[in-house]
């Protein structure tokens, strides 16, 4: 039989009685306690000059913007009708159901908030947080594997899972692909150039990378996804997430070639 086992893991991780703590929400717990460290250290590394209250109130924004954002980002590209016909259902975040283009964007509207009420540099606070936002993307990834869930399209590879949602039909591992490239290349590539003092001071350059590298690689691992059940595929094949992924190139590119023409 091609293709192998999906390994059987509770989405789970806790079990308190009438109270579950799912593995989906710890990747995103994890994912922001990891980057506040970082940007901790980061902060002390190259005396950006940022206090431990700064970046603890920074950590708290950023957040809601993840939530807000996914959760609407959701309802509005992969929710369809239903969604807004019971709006009620934006609350029930333990059924899951986050957008990461819609994450970023929520974390951007979030970040733009706290820069203009601390008078702090919108595109500064960008660059850090688009350096550690990988490793959340990473952990997100790795939990919609847990969760037998987005799951690739269905191949011969020899490496192709029979995931128990997807049919036991041999598939890829999308959510891996996706969790290498947007989390683990993308994480060592920004904070290798991150350490051009060039690159830090030429605030923007990090976070127009950020997005150009991610909506490349979305666009990329998106032939190995299956699409969502409820859009299928668009014109000529296309995604949902590869329309979503391709204004962010564009904003991307605008914003690191305004930036290089000013420097």
């Known amino acids: 039989m091609i293709g192998l086992d999906y390994p059987q893991i509770s989405p789970v991780a806790l079990s308190l009685g009438v109270f579950d703590i799912r593995w989906y929400s710890l990747a995103y717990l994890a994912g922001i306690i990891a980057a506040w460290w970082l940007i901790i250290k980061n902060n002390a590394k190259y005396k950006l000059g940022y206090s431990k209250q700064n970046i603890e109130d920074l950590a708290f924004y950023v957040t809601l913007g993840i939530i807000i954002g996914g959760r609407l980002g ?7 009708a239903e ?44 660059d850090l947080v688009a350096l550690y936002a990988p490793i959340g993307m990473f952990l997100g990834r790795i939990a919609n594997f847990v969760n037998d869930e987005l799951w690739g399209r269905v191949t011969d590879v020899p490496w192709a899972i029979r995931f128990p949602n997807g049919g036991f039909l041999p598939r890829h591992p999308s959510q891996l692909y996706e969790a290498f490239f947007e989390g683990i290349i993308l994480f060592i590539l920004l904070n290798w150039l991150w350490r051009y003092k060039k690159i830090r ?21 998106e032939q190995f996804r299956e699409p969502d059940a409820q859009l299928g595929f668009f014109f000529g094949g296309v995604t949902m997430g590869q329309m979503l992924s391709v204004p962010f190139i564009v904003v991307g590119m605008v914003v690191l070639a305004l930036n290089l023409r000013k420097n």
């Open 74 to 80: 959701y309802a509005l590209f992969y929710g369809g």
């Open 83 to 126: 969604m807004w016909l019971k709006p009620w259902r934006l609350l029930e975040l333990w059924k899951g159901g986050m957008s990461f283009h819609g994450g970023i964007l929520g974390v951007i509207a979030a970040v733009w908030l706290y820069a203009h009420k601390f008078n702090f540099r919108f595109l500064a606070i960008t």
């Open 201 to 221: 001071t030429n605030h923007g350059v990090t976070s127009a990378l950020f997005i150009i590298f991610y909506g490349t690689f979305r666009i990329l691992m």
